[in-house]
């Protein structure tokens, strides 16, 4: 077999991949062609003695190269699929994870599509949670605050791109920094792993993403005090509050914005079954 056709590469970046010790090598080598050589996903199938060029060869070998150090494929091709729109992420965000679908679609049952409603985002960072909710919700409107300049740049070309720019605005601040006035639906995933848990980590994450969008402090949940902290002035009187959580963090997290005043009204489990969600809002009058 020619060493510069589809198949051969296919072949050879899946080997490099094993040896790697990478576990979706076949996967990874297909997408990572795909995207060196320009190929639609049919392509690789469709037209397996199909020649590649040597730009394109050696461009794919330089990707294989980088995934076998456990650089994720979104990292190297620049885009993660969220809730079936692609976003542009960089080292400056968080790759935007499966399970933190969990924390949009809890969102969405508090966004009926026919009201405009007012929504927040802290710590947005790629703008994924945001920008999906106000794409499905169009009469809705939202701010999204993140500290890293970086990130609200990231932010604002994936608002942009799926058409929601004109319906939000960004905040270059940490947390409530700037925030005025109530929101119908705040939501957050914000930093929650335990700083020494971090190391233990998986080389995909602890070497990839921000250390700042991982490291919840010293219990991993620094993050919720602080969003806890303000949470009742800034949440509409009917309002709900959702942040994602990680695991065995939910009664931790429920005490925390229960002992700021505000009640617990539902929680939401991921696809591996684990609550990935918690939701809140004003407590009632006694």
Request: charged share 25%; with cysteine.
């Amino acid at each position: 077999m020619r060493p510069d056709t589809v198949t051969s590469a296919w072949q050879e970046g899946r080997r490099h991949l094993e040896r790697a010790n990478v576990s979706s090598a076949a996967l990874d080598a297909r997408l990572l062609l795909q995207h060196a050589a320009g190929l639609a996903p049919e392509d690789v199938i469709a037209e397996p003695v199909r020649p590649l060029g040597p730009p394109a060869l050696a461009a794919y070998r330089s990707l294989i190269d980088r995934r076998s150090r456990h650089e994720p494929v979104s990292r190297i091709i620049g885009t993660r699929e969220f809730y079936g729109r692609l976003f542009a992420i960089t080292p400056a965000v968080l790759d935007p994870r499966p399970d933190t679908e969990t924390l949009v679609e809890a969102a969405l049952t508090n966004l009926p599509p026919s009201e405009p409603k007012q929504v927040l985002d802290l710590g947005t960072g790629s703008g994924a949670i945001i920008v999906t909710l106000l794409a499905e919700r169009p009469l809705s409107r939202g701010v999204a605050t993140d500290r890293s300049a970086p990130a609200i740049a990231v932010a604002r070309g994936n608002a942009v791109r799926h058409d929601v720019a004109s319906r939000l605005t960004l905040i270059e601040a940490s947390w409530w920094q700037n925030v005025a006035g109530e929101f119908d639906v705040i939501v957050s995933n914000p930093p929650y792993i335990p700083h020494a848990a971090i190391a233990d980590l998986p080389e995909e994450v602890r070497n990839f993403d921000p250390p700042d969008a991982l490291d919840g402090g010293l219990d991993g949940c620094e993050a919720y005090r602080r969003i806890a902290a303000d949470a009742r002035q800034h949440l509409a009187a009917e309002g709900r509050l959702l942040v994602e959580i990680g695991h065995g963090q939910t009664a931790v997290v429920r005490g925390i914005f229960e002992d700021m005043g505000l009640a617990a009204t539902g929680q939401w489990a991921d696809l591996g079954g684990r609550t990935r969600c918690l939701g809140f809002g004003r407590r009632p009058p006694e």
